[in-house]
């Protein structure tokens, strides 16, 4: 069946260090990709998607683009800020309308000044 | 815009009681999710309904868990008795489900936060 399989944590790291956090994907089909945020005390936001190969994904800085050839949906920030510091979960949508998405594990962000 | 809200935000409780958690899901929104976050175990997929019709309760740990949906607005999950086990947060999302294919991104509520003593 289909799975995400994302980097295990936690990532520390310094302020203003680049961030890669890993993700590859199983799927049968042309799935969507997305990557939360969970931020301590909340629930999982939307940070980007990608629904097609070779799109990408950006926001706050962050990107992740959508590679069909390894199967692949790595984030990436050039900067990381201590307001950075979260869970991170990487997530496939089935092209196939009304089924649930699959998560990663998550990934713990810190980040020190 | 309201979000998806939940209620209520934590719930601490004796084992054997009952427990009714709540969501109200994004207006318009025809798929609605159960997941219950667990240090140990992370983010589990409970149940979810499309069009308020369960279409997938694989993920319900076992029968004391229970869920409904009587309408598009309104979604509840119960738990009847409660064991110390059953703690955890407990996440509702909505999305919106394309009928030519593909789903729209999830949307969380801030979840349910249950201790079970």
């Known amino acids: 069946g289909d799975s995400v399989t994302q980097m295990e944590g936690p990532v520390t790291l310094s302020e203003e260090a680049c961030l890669t956090i890993?993700?590859?994907?199983?799927?049968?089909?042309?799935?969507?990709l997305f990557w939360y945020v969970q931020y301590p005390g909340e629930g999982l936001q939307l940070l980007l998607k990608?629904?097609?190969?070779?799109d990408k994904g950006s926001n706050k800085g962050f990107e992740a683009t959508y590679r069909k050839e390894t199967t692949s949906f790595h984030l990436e920030k050039g900067s990381v800020q201590v307001s950075d510091s979260a869970v991170y979960f990487c997530?496939?949508?089935?092209?196939?309308?009304?089924?649930?998405?699959?998560f990663g594990k998550g990934t713990t962000l810190s980040v020190s000044s | 815009d309201a979000g998806v809200i939940q209620s209520p935000r934590h719930e601490v409780t004796e084992m054997g009681q009952e427990v009714t958690l709540r969501c109200k899901p994004i207006?318009?929104?025809?798929?609605l999710f159960w997941y219950r976050q667990t240090m140990m175990r992370g983010l589990e997929l409970l149940i979810y309904?499309?069009?308020?019709?369960?279409?997938?309760d694989s993920g319900m740990p076992e029968d004391r868990f229970s869920a409904k949906m009587p309408n598009a607005s309104f979604s509840t999950l119960k738990i009847q008795p409660s064991e110390p086990r059953d703690s955890a947060v407990y996440f509702c999302?909505?999305?919106?489900?394309?009928?030519?294919?593909?789903?729209?991104?999830?949307?969380f509520g801030d979840g349910t936060r249950l201790s079970i003593l």
């Open positions: 999302a909505s999305s919106l489900a394309s009928g030519t294919g593909g789903n729209q991104p999830q949307h």
């Open positions: 890993n993700c590859t994907y199983t799927a049968t089909g042309y799935p969507s």
């Open positions: 990608a629904t097609k190969a070779d």
């Open positions: 997530a496939l949508s089935p092209n196939q309308a009304g089924t649930a998405l699959i």
């Open positions: 207006s318009g929104h025809n798929s």
């Open positions: 309904f499309n069009n308020n019709v369960p279409i997938d």
